[in-house]
């Protein structure tokens, strides 16, 4: 099968397109014929290996897995002998490794779930990392509550356009903090008020949130606080670029700043499970939640898309289009 690898660190340039052995599902995995895969700010990172210290996880000279992407959506090709949660042809979605190839396997109960009739392979297909980040940024560590007044910063990105929609159906009042060219877009989503950057600094307006979701890191930890209440939450998402110490800079100073403040702040990093793909596949089928796709690529512009990523301009999600599913 064809896959997307990258065998060395470095731009978008270093992907290829290779011819892999197709997996064999065990017992309790099912085989998937992918459909579509998106890409995430974590795939240019590892790409990249930066910050540096990814490489001691990765590889120091060369990563030592070739493979990439986390996001699927697919149809089950085949099941093994003990699986009984899904059958051939069910249409599927959720988190693997690899993700940017033909097929993929994954246990039946691994982080995934049945695609809601009426969503497209690519809109599930950007679901795991952006849909998980803020369903447990927004319900577990900012415990948003009905009547909580939230603030998004990055509100028109892969996380916060699930973000916007997300705690309108935990009951919040929701402002969106994007650039101008944005503002109708989260309007739509659901936002109630909308700051749009280029003309005001949402820092500074005297409003005070419950919970402040950052998902840019492009204020200081001081400015973050100002628009919390005193007994606020800020969950820090984004990390600001660079090679060494820079991406941990903001969630640095909040960990050591926490212990003496009343405000909670800190970083998350979602854990995929079955459970939370189930609950944001019931809101998709609810009509609650619809991911929003900016652009989509042919796996053979793997590249491309990232490197249109790593703009930072995407509205909402990029998908790689690996075999257009079923209608």
């Given at each position: 099968m064809t896959a997307a690898v990258a065998r060395c660190y470095g731009p978008p340039d270093v992907i290829q397109l290779e011819e892999v052995a197709k997996p064999v599902p065990a017992d309790d995995q099912i085989l998937i014929r992918v459909h579509?895969?998106?890409v995430n700010p974590l795939d240019w990172r590892m790409l990249r290996g930066s910050p540096y210290l990814l490489?001691?996880?990765r590889g120091l000279g060369t990563p030592g897995v070739a493979r990439f992407g986390a996001d699927f959506a697919g149809t089950v090709a085949a099941v093994?002998?003990?699986v009984t949660k899904f059958k051939s042809g069910d249409a599927v979605f959720g988190a693997a490794n690899g993700a940017l190839a033909e097929y993929i396997t994954r246990r039946e109960n691994g982080p995934l779930a049945v695609k809601p009739a009426g969503i497209t392979f690519e809109q599930a297909a950007s679901v795991n990392v952006a849909g998980m980040t803020a369903l447990q940024?927004?319900?577990?560590h900012g415990k948003v509550q009905a009547g909580d007044k939230v603030l998004i910063n990055g509100a028109s990105g892969g996380v916060g356009t699930f973000a916007i929609q997300i705690a309108k159906t935990l009951g919040s009042e929701v402002t969106a903090v994007c650039s101008t060219r944005?503002?109708?877009l989260v309007r739509s989503l659901g936002a109630d008020h909308v700051v749009d950057y280029t003309q005001a600094d949402f820092t500074r307006s005297g409003q005070r949130y419950d919970v402040v979701i950052d998902n840019v890191a492009n204020r200081s930890l001081s400015d973050l606080r100002r628009a919390l209440k005193a007994d606020g939450r800020l969950v820090i998402i984004g990390g600001a670029h660079g090679n060494w110490i820079a991406p941990?800079?903001?969630p640095l100073k909040a960990f050591m700043t926490a212990p003496f403040v009343d405000q909670k702040m800190g970083m998350m990093i979602a854990q995929s499970t079955q459970k939370d793909m189930q609950f944001v596949a019931d809101l998709m089928a609810s009509g609650k939640l619809t991911p929003v796709i900016d652009r989509t690529y042919p796996l053979s512009e793997t590249a491309e898309a990232i490197r249109y990523l790593e703009t930072g301009r995407a509205r909402g999600k990029v998908v790689v289009v690996i075999a257009p599913g079923p209608t």
């Open positions: 579509a895969a998106s490489r001691l996880q093994g002998s003990s940024a927004l319900r577990d944005n503002v109708e941990f800079s903001l």
